[in-house]
T-cell receptor
Framework: ELKVEQNPLFLSMQEGKNYTIYCNYS?????LYWYRQDPGKSLESLFV?????AVKQEGRLMASLDTKARLSTLHITAAVHDLSATYFC?????????????FGPGTRLSVLP | SQTIHQWPATLVQPVGSPLSLECTVE??????LYWYRQAAGRGLQLLFY??????ISSEVPQNLSASRPQDRQFILSSKKLLLSDSGFYLC???????????FGQGTRLTVV
């Protein structure tokens, strides 16, 4: 059974600081996704990582994937208040029926002024 | 581009009442469709997913069911709601041949 873990689950940081969120998964997968969720809202796709060593950047967020370590990171550079949200990683999982996505528990980020 | 419609946006239902949540997808054909539930302050739990009309995979035993009567329509149902069915229900779709899944705006269900 595929398990996806994230750490930390809660993160409070000051504006201007850097931090990294980690996503570990238990079985082989070469597709990893990062989503953002604002309170009471749906999920917004941030990054799709499709191969070992993939790195993608958008603004102050940068995501990377190490399939050998089964680890993805989401790095936040010089955080601003607008980045406050819950961040989920998800791993693609293929079974006999088809493909689904298993989500981590989420990291709730609060950026304080 | 694909658009995912979910309704209603919010719903308050008494225990024991039936449920029907609808999700429709525009802009793509033969998508993979998914129902997720998110309890308050928690992560996403996959409930059902479908790779085609009438083809439903159930991930978690429960009093919910799903149906896909048309290619771009996915319905989540219950005959009798429980208090524990409260949560935020999200429909997602993934285009064939594409890797990414996109989510609808969600339905917030409160069972009282």
């Amino acid at each position: 059974e595929l398990k996806v873990e994230q750490n930390p689950l809660f993160l409070s940081m000051q504006e201007g600081k850097n931090y990294t969120i980690y996503c570990n998964y238990s079985t082989t997968s070469d597709r990893l996704y990062w989503y953002r969720q604002d309170p009471g809202k749906s999920l917004e796709s941030l990054f799709v990582l499709l191969s070992n060593g993939a790195v993608k950047q958008e603004g102050r967020l940068m995501a990377s994937l190490d399939t050998k370590a089964r680890l993805s990171t989401l790095h936040i550079t010089a955080a601003v208040h607008d980045l406050s949200a819950t961040y989920f990683c998800a791993v693609a999982h293929r079974d006999n029926y088809g493909q689904n996505f298993v989500f981590g528990p989420g990291t709730r980020l609060s950026v304080l002024p | 581009s694909q658009t995912i419609h979910q309704w209603p946006a919010t719903l308050v239902q008494p225990v024991g009442s039936p449920l029907s949540l609808e999700c429709t997808v525009e802009g793509t054909s033969n998508p993979n469709l998914y129902w997720y539930r998110q309890a308050a302050g928690r992560g996403l739990q996959l409930l059902f997913y479908s790779v085609g009309i009438g083809q439903i995979s159930s991930e978690v035993p429960q009093n919910l069911s799903a149906s896909r009567p048309q290619d771009r329509q996915f319905i989540l149902s219950s005959k009798k709601l429980l208090l524990s069915d409260s949560g935020f229900y999200l429909c997602a779709a993934r285009r064939q041949g594409k890797t990414e899944a996109f989510f609808g705006q969600g339905t917030r269900l409160t069972v009282v």
